[in-house]
């Protein structure tokens, strides 16, 4: 039903006189009708929004079309404002609607352009509804006059009339003339009862397309409140998604920096071993000469091993020499304390001999 509604719609304003006086391309977003707060998306990417001149109503309107939905259908009043909240967003009120529309521009100076033209096709309308108003005040004063001058006819046929007939036709001109502007009175209320109907047909007609709009936007603002509301649980799945791949993203870079850091310390200690395995290479290259230090350091180590044999060989040798001499020494030692026993005792013996001749003698 609503892709009915809305192809009637496109083929309506197709082959009417509208006729866009200015395109431009934004992303369409409406006020959520339930917080007065939120903007609601109603269109997933930028759309095609233009202004449409109604010549046959002299009305000015601003239409957006998605796909096969119509997201804009706003007409122009002079008592509308189109107002700027940041560089690149704008917004107007449309009480017809029950809503208010949001435009979110690629630029800077598409939204100037648009804001621009939302003044110009204001005052436009603004001059229109003037105009429409003269109309039907000159319409108003014109039947006034012709009522007022048909009187005046009247009259100057009955005094263009002879003196008889003037005298015979009295009474009848007289009811005749209070007749006629009865008649005036009534065809000036009928004019003015017509126009006030053509008037209410007009407002009426307007007030069905309206109601047709309202109707349709009702039914498409059903289904853009459900995608809406599908819409958000999504975003609210991706955000909770998005948050936890975060997290997993902020561990994986704390495991990075720990990989980062443990990769610097291998680094380093990798230089370290191959400056130990450079060292190495050059401590190898002094191999050779340090084989041939400790061959001939073994030769001499043999040789005085084999001198070390050869005296402690003599040291035993001399060993058993002293212990000998030692042996021989103790046998002296022995023999010569004998001898001196033996000397001793004949030295006593002598001196005793001694004072036995120095008595003899002293005696003699």
């Given amino acids: ?25 934004a992303h369409v977003f409406q006020i959520d009708p339930t917080t007065k707060k939120n903007w609601v998306p109603a269109s997933k990417q930028a759309v095609t929004v233009s202004y ?48 208010v529309f949001g435009l979110g521009f690629a630029s800077e100076q598409q939204l100037s352009k648009f804001a621009e033209k939302f003044q110009e096709v204001k005052e436009a309308a603004k001059l229109a509804r003037e105009k429409s108003q003269e109309k039907m005040e000159t319409s108003s004063d014109q039947s006034q006059e012709s009522g007022r001058e048909t009187p005046s006819g009247n009259q100057a046929s009955s005094i263009n009339g002879t003196d008889d007939e003037k005298i015979s036709h009295v009474p009848e001109n007289t009811a005749l003339m209070s007749e006629n502007d009865r008649l ?43 995608q809406s509301q599908d ?37 380093a ?23 041939a230090k400790c061959e001939s350091v073994t030769a001499k180590l043999q040789a005085a091993e084999t001198a070390s044999r050869d005296l402690s060989e003599k040291m035993t040798l001399l060993q058993s020499e002293i212990d000998d001499s030692q042996h021989k020494q103790k046998n002296m030692k022995t023999e010569l304390k004998k001898f001196m026993d033996v000397l001793d005792g ?19």
């Avoid at 259908?73 to 029950?98: H, L, V, Y």
């Avoid at 004949?346 to 003699?364: R, Y």
């Fill in 231 to 267: 819409e958000n649980n999504q975003l609210r799945n991706k955000i909770s998604e998005l948050e936890d791949q975060c997290k997993e993203v902020n561990l994986e870079r704390e495991r990075n920096t720990q990989l980062s850091l443990r990769i610097q310390e291998l680094e």
């Fill in 1 to 25: 039903m609503i892709e009915i509604i809305v192809r009637t719609v496109i083929c309506w304003i197709t082959h009417s006189r509208e006729q866009p006086i200015f395109t431009t391309r």
């Fill in 52 to 99: 449409f001149y109604d010549s046959t109503r002299n009305s000015y309107r601003i239409i957006s079309v998605d796909g096969s939905k119509v997201i804009i259908n706003s007409t122009i009043t002079p008592n509308m404002n189109f107002t700027k909240t940041s560089q690149k967003f704008g917004q107007w009120a449309d009480s017809r609607a029950n809503t």
């Fill in 346 to 364: 004949k030295i006593d013996e002598l001196h005793e001999v001694c004072q036995g001749i120095s008595k003899l003698g002293i005696d003699n």
């Fill in 184 to 226: 005036k009175s009534v065809a000036e209320q009928s004019k003015k009862l017509e126009t006030e109907l053509q008037a209410l047909m007009d407002s009426n007609a307007r007030l069905s397309d309206t109601l047709q709009e309202a109707n349709s936007n009702a039914e498409s603002w059903k289904s853009k409140v459900m």
């Fill in 269 to 291: 200690d990798l230089q370290e071993k191959e400056q130990e395995l450079e060292d190495l290479r050059k401590q190898a290259e002094t191999i050779p000469q340090l084989m």
